[in-house]
């Protein structure tokens, strides 16, 4: 594959100067290229598909059986199979996005044996129906096999132990589970030699993270934060933008929302071990850090939250949470402003979930609306909405699964495909931390950004400082402000 060496590469229709095909892979396949700490995406994808055959199909497990899984609404986990509570979830998910994903790659003779694991057996019959309706029912050609942790009679909050052994070095976990059991899941697969997929946030405090980096490290594991935000075309040509020429860090504003049945949907979680920045306003926390690297770097963090909906239906945590960062330009120590508000009290709309932004630099700015992509549809049982086939293409093409170029399946895939090319010594993990992919190692600043802003709301909305070595990139701590 020839790479890349010019930080600063952009292509323009096409990419025939490294791989000799057109920009537009297919009639789905949207073209990003990204600047320093990145590759062609697109290009690298070439790669995986014309060496494809002659590299292993991996083993996934999916580790959560939850809405994102599954579409399912057995339980808070949330990107698996869509179904949670015994029920198809209420949201924009479809047949899920994890497990759908992994038995289309599984049909593409990428994955081999793929597994599942929850806490409550009991709950996988109704999750095996609700996947054979809502995908083998509906796709060609999946085969729906998938061995299930812990068993169909059993309970058990640690079968991710049993459903780890099982596999073996260089398989892959993909782990959609509540925020605080990410650390003791991921630490487990990584010790079990297996590579590592996490759903924002990867955990929730800056030790943990540098913990499972050093693990990852040791153990010569790719470990990355699922944060699909970075393959939406609106979102990575904004980056390009800002990275191509609109100077210096000035000002964002960021807005992430989803209806307030959602409470109902996360009510096992929401406000006994996370809250709503960390489940939405990590995406827009990820852009910047993706998009400013070597830019700008978070210093300080003050966090503010609105209250009253979630704790009229007794769940004890904030609707709404602003934070609030100040960023320091890494080449004159200018600073900028961050304001990133989520919230899960919002009615319901057109779009499951509102989510734009804009950005200002010093030479120009960006509005981004992710929500209204300009494609509507009304149906006499749905009503009117807002839709986005670019992230996930759920209607069927001759009876086919056809959404392989929606950027949530290549969220997935890209890392699978790195796993395999990894697994057979053509690469190894270090080489994805250009951005490529939201690596372990890339992702710090992210992570201190919320822990910061947790800790600023339990502490009455005092502001915290994140600490560096000298002029270096990385975290290292976070302490409160002290006033002068």
């Known amino acids: 594959m020839k790479r890349h060496n010019d930080a600063n590469t952009t292509h323009g229709d096409g990419c025939a100067d490294c791989c000799g095909r057109s920009s537009l892979r297919d009639e789905h396949i949207y073209h990003n290229s990204h600047s320093q700490r990145g590759v062609i995406i697109d290009c690298f994808q070439h790669s995986f598909e014309n060496n494809s055959g002659r590299m292993e199909k991996v083993n996934v497990l999916m580790m959560g059986t939850g809405e994102y899984t599954t579409y399912s609404s057995y339980n808070s986990f949330y990107f698996f199979s869509g179904y949670v509570g015994g029920q198809a979830a209420d949201s924009d998910k479809g047949a899920g996005v994890v497990a759908l994903t992994m038995f289309d790659l599984r049909r593409r003779n990428k994955v081999d044996r793929i597994g599942m694991c ?54 892959v976990a ?3 589970t509540p925020d605080d059991t990410h650390f003791d899941i991921a630490m487990e697969c990584i010790n079990n030699g297996m590579h590592v997929m996490v759903t924002k946030p ?20 790719l470990v990355a934060v699922e944060v699909h935000k970075r393959l939406d075309p609106f979102y990575a040509d904004a980056r390009d933008r800002v990275r191509g020429g609109l100077g210096n860090f000035q000002y964002m504003y960021a807005y992430m929302s989803q209806p307030k049945h959602q409470l109902e949907t996360f009510k096992a979680w929401a406000g006994k071990s996370s809250d709503i920045s960390y489940y939405l306003n990590s995406h827009h926390v990820d852009w910047s850090e993706w998009t400013l690297a070597s830019i700008a770097r978070p210093i300080r963090v003050t966090a503010t939250g609105s209250t009253g909906v979630a704790k009229a239906k007794g769940m004890d945590t904030e609707d709404s949470i602003t934070l609030t960062v100040q960023w320091e330009n890494v080449n004159d120590k200018t600073l900028g402003c961050a304001v990133y508000t989520s919230s899960w009290a919002a009615p319901k709309s057109d779009v499951h979930s509102q989510q734009r932004f804009f950005y200002m630099g010093t030479q120009g700015e960006i509005n981004v609306d992710q929500a209204h992509r300009g494609c509507t549809v009304s149906t006499d049982q749905a009503g009117f909405a807002s839709v986005n086939p670019l992230f996930m293409k759920y209607t069927p093409t001759n009876g086919m699964f056809s959404g392989q170029g929606s950027y949530g399946v290549r969220s997935f895939e890209n890392f699978i495909d790195a796993c395999r090319e990894i697994n057979s010594g053509a690469r190894k993990p270090s080489n994805f931390d250009d951005g490529s992919l939201a690596t372990v190692h890339t992702t710090q600043q992210g992570t201190a950004i919320l822990e910061a802003g947790r800790k600023s709301l339990d502490a009455g909305g005092r502001p915290m400082d994140i600490e560096y070595d000298g002029d270096g990139h990385e975290p290292t701590g976070i302490k409160p402000h002290e006033f002068a």
Do not use: W
């Open 118 to 171: 929850g806490v409550n057996g009991k709950k996988f019959p109704g999750i095996r129906q609700h996947m054979q309706r809502c995908i083998g029912d509906v796709y060609g050609g999946m085969d729906l096999k998938c061995e299930t942790f812990p068993s169909d009679n059993e309970v058990n909050p640690k079968a991710y132990i049993d459903g780890c052994k099982s596999f073996k070095a260089g398989d």
């Open 202 to 221: 990867i955990v929730q405090t800056l030790s943990d993270h540098q913990k499972l980096a050093k693990a990852a490290a040791e153990k010569g594991v």
């Open 174 to 176: 993909v782990i959609f």
